[in-house]
């Protein structure tokens, strides 16, 4: 089965929400008599939003939910669970409200480790309020991550790439940033019960985020109270088999970030905001909105299909609707209509005859019909962006810019059509740019910078870009890096000369073609290497650390691993995480379980947006 990183902080967030016990089910279904408010932040609401709907929390005895900013009423005899940063506002609010006494009793729950000074502070408040009494529980839940599928996680970081790669960026600004890193991922694992063997490739953020989550973890298993053993279902962490888990910074592979989609869930994510499971209220959807998540089984089970294929999808599941009603009808003497919403009254004026078995399908078919009538919504809309901007079109040039197939001509053909918008010649171009073989001269790069220029993008990406891919190219290292004068910090000089491009060699001699024609990215070659314990030139040099072990590098793992952990610092996206999926189904002999995280989800509008963001930073 693997980790299923949604189920384990689902199940942490229900215990929470019954004061840290476990809670009593009865007929499938969380009861509670205890009735209670629960508090959130800014952050923490991102984190309960993708879990647990209003039903949901309703079920677990929550009667009200509010933001710990916002001014509230005195609720007397209820008790309050909070959960959120463990931060200086944060700590002076909830102070300020026990001393008010806006409820009974007060169950405390951080989202991550609350430090010791913070803790004396909040004690002091508290005590200063004469409200001791009213505190019931602290709890630190190491909760500081966003499920957003069983294989799918974020941190919701959304400044780490700016951070990591800003040339202005102070040591201490990139300390403090790895450290956030490695919280969020550490409270994943502590949430998970799972103690990782660690990988990276040599140098940059993700060999020293890696060392650092070592630390961390080695200073965890030590503890007195050790959250791993402790863990509910400790499950991989006592396995024989643990899983892998592979750091890389988003330069490993810049390329896969700005390319248009042509898969569904990452199509909806780059073209309909997709965020914390739910679509923009996109005009193309008519100002609707829809949450798409692991309950809805159409995303589930298509989401990584090709576009085309969807339509066709839409098609059966509406055929098998259609005879699902007929059926009904036939043995109700109903006459229901397929194309409508159902209605009971339907059933009740025709016929009795099978009416508690009919009553007992009504639900199941209206949500049936309610799901085929959504993704009906968003097919259509993405078909319509599709035509108007000829997605298909640089999708395609693109896979075959990455494959080697196609030549500059084709590129600047598509950049001088009316085909596109301005973002989308420039993502195109950014392709070309980061697919070449070799640094492109200068009259290349004039050939493509003059149809560009004239489709009104905003240039700073491009030559932000153009500027990196030629230093790493030359083979400037992180001295040559730091003695440039646009370029200040020693911390940030070593990340821009050892990760920028990291993969670009990847892309052209470690890349496969599936037998769609899709091209693997290159962290899922990596990852294949790695956890069939293979010696191949994409991985060789990595950094092996086991927690659980002697300090220092571990060495190569020669074992073979069914289940890993995909981490990229500075922004992942759906592209990847459907081709490592991708592989790991089809993995011979025995299919693989992989788990995707990120600092933060990105389309390609948001990688484009972040490298112009450091353009300026950088004074090109």
């Known amino acids: 089965m693997g980790l299923d990183v949604r189920k384990k902080q689902k199940e942490l967030l229900v215990r929470m929400l019954h004061f ?19 508090v959130l932040d800014s952050v923490t609401k991102d984190i309960v939003a993708p879990l647990l709907r209003v039903d949901e929390l309703r079920n677990n005895g929550v009667t009200l939910h509010m933001q710990i900013t916002s001014e509230r009423q005195p609720i007397p005899d209820v008790a309050a669970v909070y959960f959120v940063e463990p931060s200086e506002e944060n700590i002076a609010r909830i102070a300020e409200d ?40 602290v709890y630190d839940q190491y909760a ?27 040591d201490t600004v990139i300390e403090n940033t790895i450290g956030r890193v490695v919280d969020g991922i550490f409270c994943m694992l502590a949430t998970s019960g799972v103690v990782p063997i660690l990988c990276s490739p ?83 959807l008519n100002g609707k909105s829809h949450d798409l998540d692991s309950k809805d089984t159409f995303w589930e089970e298509h989401g990584k ?132 073989p070799s640094a492109p001269t200068e009259e290349e790069c004039n050939s493509i910078e003059e149809p560009l220029k004239n489709s009104g993008a905003d240039m700073t990406a491009w030559v932000y870009v153009k500027r990196m891919r030629r230093m790493n190219l030359m083979g400037k290292n992180k001295s040559a890096a730091a003695s440039d004068p646009a370029i200040g910090g020693q911390f940030a000089a070593d990340f821009l000369g050892s990760s920028f491009g990291q993969g670009l060699t990847n892309l052209t001699k470690g890349v496969k073609n599936l037998l769609t024609g899709q091209q693997e990215a290159a962290v899922t070659v990596a990852m294949e290497s790695l956890m069939e314990g293979k010696t191949s030139p994409e991985t060789e040099g990595y950094l092996f650390l086991d927690p659980k072990s002697a ?42 379980s992989i788990v995707y995280g990120a600092t933060e989800l990105i389309n390609g509008e948001d990688m484009v947006n972040g490298l112009a963001e450091l353009g300026r930073r950088s004074g090109v």
């Open 20 to 38: 840290n016990s476990k809670p009593s089910v009865s007929h499938g279904r969380t009861e509670d008599e205890s009735y209670k408010v629960l």
């Open 98 to 137: 026990a001393k008010q006494g806006l409820y009974d009793t007060f169950h405390l729950n951080f989202s991550s480790k609350i430090s010791q000074s913070m803790m004396e502070k909040l004690a002091t408040r508290v005590v200063e309020g004469n409200a001791s009494a009213r505190i019931a529980q």
């Open 144 to 170: 500081r991550f966003l499920s957003l599928d069983r294989g799918l996680f974020s941190l919701g970081l959304p400044s780490v790439y700016l951070e990591l790669n800003d040339p202005q960026s102070k």
């Open 202 to 284: 040599p140098g940059g953020a993700a060999e020293h985020v890696a060392r650092s989550l070592d630390e961390r973890l080695r200073e965890a298993l030590q503890s007195r109270t050790n959250l791993f053993t402790e863990s509910t279902g400790a499950g991989l962490s006592t396995s024989l088999h643990r899983p892998l888990l592979c750091l890389f910074d988003r330069n490993f592979e810049l390329s896969v970030a700005v390319q248009h989609s042509w898969a569904y869930k990452p199509l909806v994510h780059d073209v309909l905001g997709l965020k914390l499971n739910r679509t923009s209220a996109s005009p193309y």
């Open 305 to 436: 299909e090709q576009f085309p294929k969807i339509a066709e999808q839409v098609e059966s599941e509406l055929k098998q609707y259609k005879e699902s009603v007929e059926e009904l009808n036939r043995s109700t003497g109903a006459n229901i209509d397929p194309n409508a919403v159902i209605d009971p009254s339907d059933l009740m004026s025709n016929s009795t005859k099978g009416l508690k078995s009919a009553l007992t399908a009504l639900p199941e078919l209206t949500e049936r019909k309610k799901n085929i009538d959504k993704h009906t919504n968003i097919a259509t809309a993405l078909l319509q962006v599709i035509k108007e901007r000829k997605l298909d079109h640089y999708y395609s040039l693109e896979e075959d810019l990455v494959a080697g197939k196609h030549t500059m001509q084709d590129v600047i053909d598509r950049l001088n059509g009316n085909e596109g918008t301005a973002s989308d010649k420039l993502r195109l171009a950014l392709v070309w740019l980061l697919t070449m």
């Open 551 to 592: 300090p220092g590098n571990a060495g190569r793992s020669q074992s073979v691993f069914n289940d890993a952990i995909v981490f990229l610092i500075g922004g992942g996206n759906y592209t990847e995480w459907a081709s490592l999926a991708s592989w790991a189904a089809r993995a011979q002999p025995t299919p693989k």
